[in-house]
């Protein structure tokens, strides 16, 4: 999440008076089959929470990891990822990574992330070779091992790190600058997964945010810009010729299933969305207007479900509890299932 978003749910808070209320949580101990959703709160309330969605019974279960762990998670988890038996969030405003046991969501360990007394904000999780690599607001990406759950190295990157993802065997981290918004970061770093050092940085434009890579050695980043005269596009790196091309497309964030990238788009301005669908293979839109934006208030992610089904998270304008939008093959909606204040991550239990 962005100063420019901290800024908009800050006006809105003041101007909405009214949020949903959520019905009393009940307790369940069924995690084998559903849905798990971080929803990250408000910035500085304090309100993160993660809801159980049950597929067999269609029971949803609030705020599981309070009834799980008799606290809360903290404030802003931005992140949350599988790997290896465990759960991975990173909760930004709280300067924490909390590691769950997938099975049951009771705490492992909360590592603090305070390197020198310092909060370090950890903001995305990406996961290789029995390690868990987080990036952190300080400028840092640090290295977790998942065995002793202990931090063994920090490696410098840019300024206010955001998005990581794995390609081969290279973490790339986009750096942002988001923290200084009038003089933001333009870079992507590469860092080796066996020396644990940086070995390229790309130049994609400004205020990289969100990355993910495909099938054939292409790395994608949304370079946000300003959210107004600067437009947020979405840009590629190719991993083997070095090459950066801007796509040209409108983006926010993105997701892949098979060789298909779904990108989705929130426009701060007009407050419309939009989903397309692009082909990694033939790298061609083939669906540019896959969900009917009426059909979302505000739309904060996508996320490939199933063989054939799509999540959209809505925001519902951010001081208003969020939903899961599902949608089939074709685009309609099919089910929408309220969860937590702006949900951002989700983990399929099958």
């Known amino acids: ?67 799980k762990n008799e606290r809360p998670i903290g404030d802003t988890g931005n992140d949350m990822m599988f790997y290896g038996g465990k759960i991975y969030i990173a909760v ?73 993802c794995i390609s081969n065997q290279s973490l790339f981290v986009a750096n942002s600058g988001g923290l200084d918004f009038q ?65 040209g497309h409108a983006a926010t964030t993105m997701a892949l299933r098979d060789n298909q990238l779904y990108i989705s788009y929130f426009n701060f301005n007009t407050g419309t969305s939009a989903v397309s669908i692009f082909d990694c293979f033939s790298q061609s839109i083939i669906n540019s207007n896959f969900i009917n934006n009426q059909d979302i208030t505000t739309l904060y992610g996508v996320i490939p479900y199933k063989t054939d089904e799509l999540i959209c998270l809505d925001a519902m304008s951010f001081t208003n509890t969020g939903y899961l939008r599902f949608f089939n093959q074709t685009g309609t909606l099919t089910n929408s299932l309220k969860v937590g204040l702006n949900p951002n991550s989700i983990i399929h239990y099958e």
């Open 1 to 67: 999440m962005n100063l420019i978003k901290y800024l908009f749910i800050f006006l809105l808070i003041f101007s909405s008076c009214k949020k949903d209320e959520i019905e009393p949580a009940v307790l369940s101990d069924n995690f084998s089959n559903g849905i798990l959703v971080l929803s990250e709160g408000l910035f500085q309330h304090n309100n993160s929470t993660l809801t159980w969605i049950n597929n067999e019974t269609g029971e949803i279960t609030y705020d599981i990891f309070l009834q």
């Open 92 to 164: 930004t405003g709280a300067s924490t990574v909390e590691v769950l046991d997938k099975n049951t969501l009771k705490s492992i360990q909360q590592i603090q992330f305070d390197y020198n007394n310092q909060s370090q904000e950890p903001r995305s999780i990406a996961s290789a070779d029995g390690k868990v690599f987080v990036s952190s607001f300080d400028g840092y990406v640090s290295v977790i091992d998942t065995t002793s759950l202990q931090i063994t190295k920090r490696i410098k990157v840019g300024r206010n790190p955001e998005g990581v």
């Open 183 to 247: 003089n933001v970061d333009t870079t992507v770093f590469e860092i080796d997964l066996n020396t644990l050092e940086v070995i390229d940085t790309f130049v994609v434009g400004d205020n990289p945010g969100s990355i993910i890579s495909d099938n054939f050695n292409n790395v994608y980043v949304v370079k946000r810009g300003d959210y107004a005269s600067n437009s947020s596009e979405l840009v590629r790196i190719n991993t083997i010729t070095k090459e950066v091309t801007n796509l």
